[in-house]
């Protein structure tokens, strides 16, 4: 017998709604995320995008910025969609990866800049909510 399995149950896996227009603007705009985040400021996916480039071109406060800012956008959509504060967040569920992708990014920047202890809450955070990300992401 498993004495540490929880016996309330996991709560429901949060599903955040598709943003098809951002989306398309996003995949027909790759070379500027910045132009659908302005159009579209509540779609992670392109604040995760702008954070991924910042992080590639050696920028790690440009990184934090826009990560927090994709990880800020995205939390208030997960508690509009009934998440609770705890929970998983599915990582094949498409419409999660910009709000999974820019948790990671924070994890990856606050770490960059000396945040380690907000680097290691981002991580825990992202595995437990999602493994998969985690494991995709930090691969």
């Known amino acids: 017998m498993d004495l540490h399995k929880n016996l309330l149950g996991e709560p429901p896996a949060t599903h955040l709604p598709d943003l098809p227009e951002a989306r398309e603007a996003l995949a027909?705009?790759?070379?500027?995320?910045a132009a659908?985040?302005?159009?579209?400021?509540?779609y992670s996916a392109a604040w995760a995008t702008l954070a991924e480039r910042a992080f590639a071109d050696g920028d790690p406060v440009a990184t934090y910025a826009y990560a927090r800012t994709g990880?800020?956008?995205?939390?208030?959509?997960?508690?509009?969609?009934?998440?609770?504060?705890?929970?998983?967040?599915?990582?094949?569920?498409?419409?999660?990866?910009?709000f999974l992708r820019s948790l990671h990014m924070l994890a990856t920047?606050?770490?960059?800049?000396?945040?380690?202890?907000?680097?290691e809450r981002c991580s825990t955070f992202l595995r437990d909510s999602s493994a998969a990300a985690a494991d995709e992401l930090e691969s």
């Open 28 to 33: 027909a705009s790759a070379d500027d995320p």
């Open 36 to 42: 659908v985040a302005a159009r579209f400021p509540v």
């Open 71 to 98: 990880y800020h956008r995205g939390l208030d959509q997960l508690r509009r969609a009934g998440w609770k504060g705890h929970g998983p967040i599915p990582w094949d569920h498409e419409p999660n990866r910009g």
């Open 109 to 119: 920047a606050a770490k960059a800049i000396g945040e380690t202890e907000e680097a």
